[in-house]
């Protein structure tokens, strides 16, 4: 419908009715199809509606169509991620294989990998077991007061990504397993005791070993073990290497433990047999009826087997030696302590060949 009106100047105007579909597009870019028109939505304030109301608002409704239309083919999808399979239970001990960061561990693994550890602790035997083998620590624990005195070896932990802890005396305690901590507990991956004939074809001209069969008491050991330190007697015999590994052992030490090796045969007898036929001499300690100590020529190569009382007589050192010798005293107790006598010998081996 087209109207003609005439303005002051004469000129005709057309003007035209346009339904209310194109009144929507009034104001549309043609190009884009973007803007608005008359109509458009308000906000408060009079302002037409932005962009973002009507994506908003388009969003709430397709989210609202979704919840109610039927599932789609795309929804059962064999690429979903799911926690577990339609219908399957949920496991009470997942393998989660190490995907989700929690690898599972066997139990079997786990318990020969601490068949393989050992606590060490105390400060002198923790300080030398850093400078000798730092590789075997696993993890450390300390109380304050006592890191001061362990600086390079913290400094070496971070850098080599080992984990430690700084606790209180209860917590130590309870990680070292005993209250004479001495302030630090050191978790270690143990030594593997070294073969006879490995030990013969590497031993020195003048050779001291201790042998010991079975003497059960860690700290003896750890006596022992120190004095075979100090006066440079390097290999140990025993049945386990772990026994020169036990913490109170290690303590007593105090430090000598780095300085002895463990040596391990397929039996003690055997190992026995093994050295004398390397040309050492077995040498054993009784309490009475043996050769004097002291006017006795001990040899270069010896293999020392202590004697010591249990149960209703002596140790059965009696006749495994090739000498037997006795220390002289006052008589007035039945004899020394394994260790005390075990120092005393050595003592004498050094006098007569080192010193």
Known sequence: MNDELKGKSGKVKVMYVRGDDESEKRGQNPRTGKGGGRNAPRQEGGRRGSRDDKATTAGRDRKRDASQREPSPRDASPWRTVSRAPGEESSTTPDHGGISG????DPEVLRRQRAEETRVYGENACQSLFRNRPESIVRAWFIQSVTPRFKEALRWMAANRKAYHVVDDAEL????GTERHGGVCFLIKK?????VEQWISTAAADDCVLALEDIGNP????AMVRTCAHFGARGVLVPDAAVLESGAAVRTAEGGAEHVQAITGSSFDDALDQFRDAGYTVVSTVTDKGKPLFNTELPHKMVLVPGFERGEGESGVAGRGDIEISIDGSGDVDGLNVSVATGVVMAEWWRQHKA
């Open 191 to 195: 030594r593997n005791g070294m073969a």
């Open 102 to 105: 929690k690898s599972y561990i």
């Open 219 to 222: 700290h003896n050991v750890g």
């Open 173 to 176: 305690a309870k990680a070292s």
